[in-house]
């Protein structure tokens, strides 16, 4: 009874809208258009969403499938969520790192932006003996948003993406993607520079997440998971512990939406401290992807003895 009633009265508000926007047809004023005439974007996950407010700015509306604090990686969807993935004028997603995502959008074609397809990807890491955590395994690592020069790339391309999906719009899309990559570029040559003169090289990660910032800034990763939801074996707590030993690492990196226990365990095994390094698959407590990125900097600064 509930949900017919409801229906029923958003039936007519709708009509009611309808009304309104031919009425402002009629009389040949702008002003009345609602934000539901406004291209719909829906981002997977959080640095894609940061990134399409940015190049989207007023022109866009954007919604997030993963909601705050909530790991990505595992998500899964509803019949409601799919719907809305689909029915969006765009949907920006990373192929490999939600396999719920990469099935729903699997058909979109033009209206899925996949930026994976926008970068040169990395290898997928391995660890000998663990066992593929799924079976959507893509064969590259989908982190690619950690290295802040691809994802420059990826700007450039989502405002391509965008202003073929809304020509009227399209220079101002073109616009905010370079403001981005620009703020983006700006980001990497500080990371370049901090993270150029470091007593160590390795940083030893909770998962998988950072290989993407090691290859760009010539660091050395030792993830201790391959995903966040997998358990690691006692061999591989003790294979990590050996190479922490053996590269006197001094501090363990924990990550915001993964449980900390296994970094703890380890660290206080090879006497090392821990630190949060975010790997920003959710949305930061404070601030955005830029200023989170740029605290991450400043911890492994701290942790790698970066002069
Ligand atoms: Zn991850």
Redesign the pocket.
């Known amino acids: 009874m509930m949900s017919g009633h409801f229906r029923v009265r958003a039936v007519g508000l709708l009509a009611g809208a309808g009304l309104l926007a031919t009425a402002a047809c009629g009389s040949g004023t702008a002003e009345t258009a609602s934000a539901g005439d406004k291209p719909r974007v829906v981002a997977a996950f959080y640095p894609l969403q940061w990134l399409a407010e940015r190049v989207g700015g007023a022109d866009i509306d954007v919604s997030v499938l993963t909601a705050p604090g909530v790991e990505p990686?595992d998500l899964e969807l509803g019949a409601q969520q799919i719907a809305d993935l689909q029915d969006a004028t765009l949907s920006v997603y990373i192929k490999g790192?939600q396999p719920a995502v990469d099935d729903a959008l699997g058909q979109q074609g033009d209206r899925a932006f996949d930026a994976a397809t926008a970068v040169k990807t990395l290898p997928a890491a391995e660890h000998a003996g663990e066992e593929e955590a799924h079976e959507h395994e893509v064969s590259y690592d989908p982190?690619l948003w950690l290295d802040p020069s691809r994802f420059a790339t990826v700007a450039g391309k989502l405002g391509e993406r965008m202003a073929q999906a809304d020509p009227a719009h399209a220079q101002a899309y073109k616009d905010r993607a370079a403001k981005t990559a620009a703020d983006l570029a700006a980001l990497d040559r500080e990371m370049t520079k901090g993270l150029t003169s470091c007593t160590s090289k390795t940083m030893v990660t909770s998962?998988e997440?950072f290989g993407y910032l090691a290859d760009r800034y010539k660091l050395k990763q030792i993830g201790i998971t391959l995903?966040?939801e997998s358990e690691p074996s006692p061999a591989r707590i003790a294979e990590v512990a050996k190479l922490a030993n053996a590269e006197k690492v001094t501090t363990i990196f924990t990550e915001a939406l993964v449980s900390p226990k296994v970094a703890e365990v380890l660290a206080q095994e090879v006497h090392a401290k821990t630190a949060v390094l975010d790997?920003l698959?959710g949305k930061p407590a404070g601030g955005d992807y830029l200023t989170q990125m740029r605290q991450n900097l400043k911890t492994l600064q701290t942790a790698l003895g970066c002069a």
């Open positions: 990686h790192v982190h998962h997440a995903d966040p790997p698959e």
